[in-house]
């Protein structure tokens, strides 16, 4: 299990705990030099026609003003505070939909939602996707200037 400044990270697949490997990923000189922990969680789900979650979650996360979504190109992204510490959770995709019901993305074919403790993948019923990643990334002296090297830091699609 993966422990932070924040809390220890849970992954769930629908409402059912389950474990995991977290595999640490080295800090980047040049997109996060200030980051003092990076990780990324791999998830192996083979979907079967049904809707399913899996979702990162902060263990007793207690929500701040300053907790917020951070989305990016491929990238959904939700940071949360506490006191001097910003932890960022990452996933790969582009969510959302139009005003006539389809989906932002062509690219994906599932979608991703924000929650107040962590994120989640949405399977969907024609999902043939089998493989979730979720990029962990954390600063515990976080500044104006140092502030964005979280999202760099978490992003799946830079490991």
Same mark, same amino acid.
């Given at each position: &299990?993966?422990? %932070?400044?924040?809390?220890?990270? /849970?992954? *769930? +697949?629908?409402?059912?705990?389950? /474990?995991?490997?977290e595999k640490n990923i080295r800090v980047s000189d040049k997109l996060c030099p200030d980051v003092s922990g990076r990780y990324a969680i791999k998830i192996d789900f083979i979907p079967d026609g049904k809707i399913h979650?899996? #979702?990162?979650?902060?263990?007793?996360?207690?929500? #701040?003003?300053?907790?917020?979504?951070e989305p990016g190109e491929r990238l959904e992204?939700?940071?949360? *505070?506490?006191?001097?510490?910003?932890? #960022?959770i990452g996933m790969e995709g582009e969510s959302g939909y139009y005003a006539?019901?389809?989906? +932002? #993305?062509?690219?994906?074919? *599932?979608?991703?939602? *924000? &929650?107040?403790d962590g994120v989640l993948y949405l399977v969907m019923k024609e999902t043939k996707t089998t493989k979730y990643v979720f990029g962990i990334a954390w600063i515990e002296n +976080?500044? %104006? /200037?140092?502030?964005?090297q979280t999202w760099y830091g978490a992003d799946p699609t830079l490991f």
């Open positions: &299990m993966l422990t %932070t400044p924040l809390g220890d990270i /849970e992954i *769930y +697949v629908d409402d059912n705990k389950v /474990e995991y490997m979650t899996i #979702s990162c979650k902060i263990k007793g996360h207690v929500s #701040s003003k300053k907790d917020g979504i992204l939700k940071s949360f *505070y506490k006191d001097n510490t910003k932890l #960022s006539d019901g389809m989906c +932002v #993305s062509d690219r994906y074919d *599932y979608d991703n939602e *924000y &929650m107040g +976080v500044t %104006t /200037e140092n502030d964005v």
